[in-house]
């Protein structure tokens, strides 16, 4: 703190100044502080000595039941009680998100025992929010605002859009801790939707919050950071992150989530984050360093079938969230590009966008809207029809099982090909009617797991030899736990009182995260001394990459396809191969340093964000040898060699056999292909090497790489790209 206050004195020039421009000094995790500065001021403290680096704040994006036994995770009861290890039991998750509903069900205290001596968290009072908030699961909660408000004025409670305090205003903060590790609660549903038991995967793990994103717009990296620094001093054992900033991506000695993680990572704290809602496109998986996890999302096997009776007496099946009333009698039909407003394009109105249809032709009738290249949302084209009190919208649209259709309004999804007969009907008939049935739940006739189209993909852009994402998780209409103060913000509609409820369906790769917190919990609770890396690895390679049917996982895009790494990491989560993963692939933070160091980092950068001073090359070698639970050679050329250590956390007395599936053109080795470990041989080194059979290529090949005992199958994505004479060809 006294160094923050000398740097900041040496461009205030007084005391009284330099104090009212700080916002944060950082001391439990990293050294530094945040401050409000003009440019100008930032290029003064720049150079003053002892200050390395000077990094803007930037604001961040949130990433917005059935999962958890789709997942097969069933907390272990014994004698009536969780048992340890197989709940959670003795772990802290600390979410960093929106904040929370402590009233919520989800985060009753029945049977949680006291808190653990080692935790120092507080319960930061505020607006609705005081000491009696917290209980013997919510055992801390913290809010950060100083960053947020210096980059956007004062934020006011009095308009009821927000809480100055821990509460949550906006549901995704709520939704997310529910879902990672919240208590049982009976007859849960969404407006009588997936209705049953809802619970957390970790049940019996506490919870700490941290509210750095609000509801009025993102979260500043400032706060992020300073909910880091809390939490590493608090104590938590894992840490969940449902936020991100969109690609192009900060180097990892400038962005907030990567060094505040990096320091909880060193201290032996997992860290979870969401891959990104920009999917299904390339490169556009974020949150990529190699310390933490990267979840994708998936779907499960569990949707809301609607039926669309045509005048005909024919039907039409979509998907829908809507349960109200006003649609069990048949209503006109009109397709929006023949009612286009005037001055409007056929285009604009085909898809529904704001202000193109006509309002006398849209009254009172239900109108057919397609998916365009400029209007792709469900939401949009119901709020349009909505304003001219039209009936009820039917949106077409590409292939997806997530359902975008707005609760509230009567809005059924299709796909084009179903969009398509309605349109031959309409053309067929004189005076073109349909009418909704309710939505209804059905489980088990969905193909699941598939990776959703919103997910995002990879390679990183930022470190293209790191695989991300690293793992997938149910991700998609998941129901949890909700703020009933974010009800009064959605689209209301006549049809549907808003009445204010306590769970909601909702997507994401922000709803996969707390999957893979909750699975982690569980992973800490039986392997307490295992690293961030060592579960990460538990996760990756034992990872399925099939559906529940044994066929290959179908990633969906333009067109649907095989998932490969780039959607899905290692693959689908496996929670129960993963407590018993027979090997892992292990890594100190120190070569999480080197890390740095051969992505070419400055290194006064590198020791101003890890804080230690570790002897490393600039190799490029260090790179693709990182020991990480997958292999992935952006630039191969003709012949490259990687070395890997393995863990044996199985039977003492094991032998393993390689076995390899090697990507297409590539020709691959392995160096030895037998492990063999004992009492004394707990490690094992081995190397694989790689060799083009192709005289030209440019685009990415899949492999896998086991290890099997007879017992365990432990296997690790391999991914290569060829590079001829330097250049490297891509596809076009």
Not at 548 to 577: I, L, M
Not at 593 to 615: D, E, K, Q, W
Request: proline share 6%; charged share 15%.
């Amino acid at each position: 703190m006294e160094n923050s206050k000398t740097a900041m004195i040496s461009i205030e020039h007084s005391k009284e100044s330099a104090k009212e421009s700080i916002l944060y000094s950082y001391k439990h995790g990293f050294s530094g502080f945040a401050a409000v500065l003009s440019q100008s001021q930032a290029k003064l403290i720049a150079d003053v000595p002892g200050v390395v680096h000077v990094v803007p704040n930037r604001i961040l994006n949130l990433h917005t039941t059935r999962s958890w036994d789709f997942l097969q995770v069933k907390p272990q009861i014994v004698d009536g009680i969780l048992s340890e290890g197989h709940s959670g039991l003795g772990t802290i998750i600390g979410v960093m998100d929106t904040g929370i509903w402590p009233e919520s069900e989800s985060f009753k205290d029945d049977g949680m025992g006291k808190f653990p001596s080692r935790w120092k968290g507080i319960c930061q009072e505020g607006n609705r929010f005081n000491r009696s908030h917290c209980n013997r699961k919510i055992i801390g909660a913290r809010w950060y605002i100083k960053g947020y408000e210096a980059e956007f004025g004062k934020l006011s409670p009095s308009d009821g859009v927000e809480f100055l305090s821990p509460r949550d205003a906006v549901g995704h903060g709520t939704h997310t801790s529910s879902t990672a590790s919240g208590a049982e609660v009976k007859n849960a549903n969404f407006r009588g939707l997936a209705q049953g038991i809802a619970r957390g995967g970790a049940p019996s793990s506490w919870l700490a919050i941290y509210k750095v994103c609000w509801a009025t717009g993102g979260c500043s990296s400032a706060d992020l950071l300073a909910a880091f620094d809390d939490a590493i001093f608090d104590g938590v054992d894992i840490i969940s992150a449902s936020l991100g900033s969109p690609p192009p991506l900060s180097t990892y000695v400038d962005d907030a989530l990567a060094i505040g993680s990096f320091h909880a990572v060193a201290r032996g704290i997992s860290v979870v984050c969401s891959a990104g809602n920009t999917g299904p496109y390339p490169q556009t998986v974020i949150n990529t360093a190699p310390w933490v996890m990267t979840v994708a999302a998936s779907t499960i096997d569990r949707d809301f079938p609607a039926v669309i009776t045509l005048g005909n007496n024919q039907t039409v099946v979509g998907q829908s969230f809507y349960t109200g009333r006003g649609l069990n009698k048949f209503h006109p039909i009109v397709y929006g590009a023949n009612i286009a407003a005037t001055n409007i394009d056929g285009t604009s109105a085909g898809s529904c966008d704001l202000e193109t249809l006509n309002a006398t032709l849209a009254r009172g009738k239900v109108i057919l809207c397609f998916q365009s290249r400029w209007q792709r949302s469900a939401a949009i084209a119901s709020k349009s029809v909505l304003e001219l009190k039209g009936a009820g919208v039917i949106f077409a649209q590409f292939p997806t099982k997530d359902v975008s259709c707005p609760w509230s309004f009567p809005c059924v999804q299709v796909d084009f090909e179903a969009g398509t007969s309605l349109l031959t009907y309409m053309a067929a008939s004189r005076k073109p009617v349909v009418k909704f049935s309710f939505s209804k739940t059905v489980i088990g006739q969905q193909l699941a797991p598939e990776i959703a189209y919103f997910s995002s993909r990879g390679p990183s852009s930022l470190s293209p030899s790191v695989l991300k994402p690293d793992i997938a998780a149910p991700g998609v209409d998941i129901l949890a736990s909700w703020s009933p103060a974010s009800s009064s913000k959605l689209l209301n509609s006549p049809q549907t009182k808003a009445s204010p409820f306590n769970f909601k369906l909702d997507s994401g790769t922000s709803m996969a995260c707390p999957h893979i917190s909750g699975i982690v919990a569980l992973l800490k609770g039986i392997h307490p001394k295992w690293s961030p890396a060592a579960i990460k690895s538990a996760l990756v390679t034992t990872a399925s990459m099939k559906d529940e049917y044994g066929q290959n996982t179908v990633a969906e895009g333009a067109p649907h396809k095989q998932a490969d790494p780039f959607d899905y990491g290692g693959g689908n989560v496996d929670p129960n191969k993963a407590l018993d993963p027979g090997l892992i692939y292990d890594i100190k933070p120190s070569d999480y340093v080197c890390f740095l160091y051969a992505m070419g980092y400055n290194s006064t950068a590198i020791r101003l964000m890890t804080r230690v001073h570790t002897p490393c090359h600039k190799s490029a070698k260090f790179l693709r040898n990182l020991n990480l639970p997958s292999i992935t050679l952006p630039e191969l050329k003709q012949r490259m060699t990687v070395s890997r250590t393995v863990t044996n956390v199985g039977p003492v007395n094991s032998i393993y056999v390689a076995r390899i599936q090697a990507p297409a053109g590539i020709e691959v080795s392995v160096e030895p292909w037998i492990l063999t470990f004992n009492s004394t041989t707990k490690k094992l080194k081995f190397k694989v090497t790689f060799c083009s059979q192709l005289k030209v290529q440019g685009r990415y090949s899949f492999g896998n790489l086991y290890w099997e005992d007879g017992i365990h199958v432990v296997r690790i994505p391999v991914v290569v790209r060829i590079v001829i004479n330097n250049h490297l060809y891509s596809e076009t």
